[in-house]
Structures are given as C-alpha cells and as structure tokens.
C-alpha cells in the first residue's frame, strides 16, 4: 500500500508529552506549504491527539474499494491523516488494549489506508520502546523509511529516556534524522526574560554523544500550542518556532 | 496466561469462558479461532495473582499514579508524593515502584540513579532513599542509561509480576505505583496482578491544556472499566511564575477549563494544582529532596495541601 508514498519518517521519543504530536503536526503543515503531499499517521493507539491538533474531531474514515480513506485538512487534499480517534465513538473513550491487538491495528494502518499519492508519510508515535514501535519497524521492513526524527525535552530526566530511543533506533537500523530540543525556554511576556524552566542544551547535547545531526531548539510558546490545524510558518512566520520548522523541513527535503 | 485471552468478537455460544477447566475442550470450542490459546494456557486464574496478595498483605495503601498522557509529571509527582508522605510521620513506611519499563525515571528523582537492587532469601532487596522510603525500578537492572528495553506487552507483564510479588518491601503504609502513559499492558497487568490484594486506589496526573486532558479522560474511563476508585486529580505545571518579574503565565492555558472543570464533569475528586517551578525541575534532574531544601516554593505548600487529601481518602477507606 505504500508504493506510491515516497519518503516514509517516524517521529520517535522515548518520553511522553515532549510534543511529538506537535512537531509531527506542525511538520506535516510545513511541508504542505512547501507545495509536498503530505499524510500523516498516528499510531499512538492509547492516546491519539492528532485529530485534536488538527480540529478534525468530529471526522469520520470511510471504507473504498481501495481501503480505508484518510480524513483530508483541506479541499486539495494535499494533507491526509489518519487516526484511531477517528474510529473511537466518543473522545472519552478508552483503548484497553494489550500489545497483540495494537500489533494488528498497527499493521492494518500501514497496509490498508488508500493514501494515494504522496511525497511524505510522517508517522507519530506514542512513547516508549514497546509494541507499536516494533510493529512499525517489522511492517515497514519492505518499504524503504527515510528515517527517524527524535524529539526531547531539554531536562536529564527526559534526554535519559531518549537516550534509550536512540539504542532502539541502532539496534533496528532505522537511520537517525536528527534530534529536536522542544520546550527550551519560555520568553516572559511581560519582561521578555527568558527562563530555562525545563533548562536547555540537553538536546544538542544528546545529540553530540549520540553522534547524529541535531536539528534545532523549539522555545514554549503557547501561541504554538493554540494554533490548531494552522500552520505555524505560515500564521507566525516570524516567530523561532517558525525559523525552526523551515529548517527542519529543509533539511528533510533536501535529502 | 488464561486471564490475559481475549473473548474473540463471536463467541461460540455455549463458550465455557477462558477460565473454565474445559476452555478450549469442550465440544462448543470446535471452530472457534481462540481454541488452540484456550485449550493450551493454564485453566483458572494466573497462580501470580496469589502471589502478589501473599507479598503485598504487609501494605496497608496501595495507590496507582496513572495519567494518559505522557509527560505530565507522573514520575516527579509520585516522587513528591512518597517525599511528602515519608517527612510527615518519621514512623510511617512509604515506597515507591516503576512500573515504566521502557522509560524508568524514579532513579534519577529520586537521587538513586547508580544504586543497584540486592537479592536476599526473602526476595529482591528495594533502594532506600530514607530511613522510611525505598524504591524499585527496572533502572537498577539495566547496566548502562543507553540501554533500551524493547520488549513486547508479555514481557513486560512478566516483570511487573515479578516486581510486586518478588520485591521484600517489609511492613509499608503507602506503596505508590508510577506507571508508563497509556491505558495497555503495563495498566492491566497491575490492575489484574492487585485484583485480590486490595487496590486502594488511583491518583491522575495532568496538565492543564486540553490535549492533555483528552488523553486524560480516556485514562479515567479505563479506571472506569476496570473499577479502579479514582482517589483524585492532580493538576501539574498549572501556572508559571516569572522569577524576574513574579508574573504569573499559563505557558499551557487551560482553554478548556483545566483538570478542575474535567473532575466536575466526570464526577470524579480535584486533589489540587501544582505550580511549575524550574528549580523544582532541576532538583528532579539532579534527585535532590525539594521538600526539604525548598520548604518555601509554592509548590511545596501546594503539595502539601494534597498530601492532607489524598491520606485523608486513604484512611477514610480503611475504616
């Protein structure tokens, strides 16, 4: 099924709440700006948020002849995604799953949606280094993946679960795009001080000892946070978090 | 395992169910996909069961930190919690267990991150960080902080069986249990494992913003479905105060209402928010004890009011 898709990326971390999902999203706009035809799929089977994070909620995937048919962001459909939450009758409900079914579940994602044509697959993850990841790893065996994105937090506790990931990812031979530090500071509002509040360089740190390329700081910004669907190059082109994503994207496409 | 076979979707209609001794024998099983699981698993409850009840008699509370969502502060949360618990009664007996395998972060709040676990005749020996506070991780076992734990759900119930039934906790008041995020196997396995021993009951973790809290609500429907009491909400990084101007900013905005207005729709108890600290963060990379180094950072009063909460719903169970 995934013939036709081009360039296949894994967002990874081994911690949770880093914002995956966010960088995964606001990745996934960034390249649709750049003109690319972009899917994006979230296996976090427990907790989804991409259908939030792209006010896609009320969303529904339909059966073709072809497979399941993504849910589109725009009338060109030039943004596929495709969710568990779009399957769940009610956003309160819970997936009490056990690895076997998220295993099937995963593997009927990559095989059995219609995508179509498409330059970029990104694929978001929940954390850790259990089930879903391994599943991906063994159904994508045939396919070629471009690689994986890493995303971190800048405090110890978190660059220690990531450390992990990294393992995870030379162990299964999934090539390392690089590492994005996110939350590397928050700019004051009012006295444009800037606090480490989850202090920084940890990233880049990371990314030295692990020997492979880092991509850039992502400060907090709550204006990020609340863009819903919006691409953040676009609407705030001048913030960091902007700069950001066009060299990430760059750095991507040009590979 | 018989208790971990799911009924398949058509079940046959005399199915003498998974835990019968007839599961996968009787004359009803023929054609039905499970069969083979059911006829091979051992018939009846999985003997781990008794086992943990054995081990876990000496434990007067036993309380799961769940939260959907990742990286809300579970682990920096229950560390506060077990700190706080141990420093209000010196005689009290409080320890902690991680039941995050692929991302243990216990050792390093809680400061013991190079120590290593000890096997004596009754059992593995947990890491004191106190007098009255231990700790057990699957981070004591690994040999070096790159090591990846890439195991499959089975695995991973085989060690947190091990984990409550083989740990020597001695006699404990409160035994707080920090899990990964999720509602999978590391969840069901506990919840299953501590079905006879008495399951206090749970404490949720989140943060304010709304991606969080969805998450967050798929976490209290699953406590829900597998009649797990929710003993309380605990609103983490709710504000942030400016350490320059003393500003107060919502850096994730509670546009929804936060955890507060989530507890009231789900009928479900608010323990508190807590304040996002930076030094508070940073006392967790480096696993000093906040509470008593910073007796004065708002989230240490805040955390306080908690504790007096949480033990108050504790006791009021017991008697």
New interface residues.
Partial sequence: MLENVKHVILVLS?????GK?TVSTQLALTLKEKNFKVGLLDID???P?IP??LQLEDKGVHQSDEGWVPVYTDQEQKLAVMSIGFLLNS?????????????AMVKQFLTDVSWGELDYLLIDT??????E??SVMESLKGVKCDGAILVT?P????I??V??????CK??KIPILGIVENMSG?V????T?C?????KGGGEALANLAEVPFLGVLP?D?RV??LLGKACVKELPESPSAKTFNEIAEKITCT | MASTVENPTNIPEHCPGTDSANAGKASACAGCPNQQICASGPAGPDPGIQLVKERLEQVRNKVLVLSGKGGVGKSTVTAMLSRSLAARDKDSNVAVLDIDICGPSQPRVMGVLNEQVHQSGSGWSPVYVDDNLSVMSIGFLLSSPDDAVIWRGPKKNGMIRQFLSEVDWGNLDYLLMDTPPGTSDEHLSASTYLSQAGLTGAVIVTTPQEVALLDVRKEIDFCKKVKIRVLGVVENMSIFVCPCCKRLSEIFPATTGGAKKMCEELNVPFLGSLPLDPTVARYCDEGKDFISELPNSPVVQALGEIVKKLVTVCESREE
């Avoid at chain 1, 004051?188 to 006295?191: A, F, H, I, R, V």
């Fill in positions: 081994g911690k949770g709440g880093v999902s089977l427990c907790g948020s939030y994070l956003r309160n409900d819970a997936v009490v799953w056990r690895g076997p079914k998220k295993t929940p954390p850790g280094t259990s089930d990841h391994i937090t405090q110890q506790v978190s220690e679960d450390r992990k990931e990294v393992t995870f162990r299964t928050f004051c509002p009012s006295c001080e606090t480490n509040i989850f202090s907090i709550p946070g609340a």
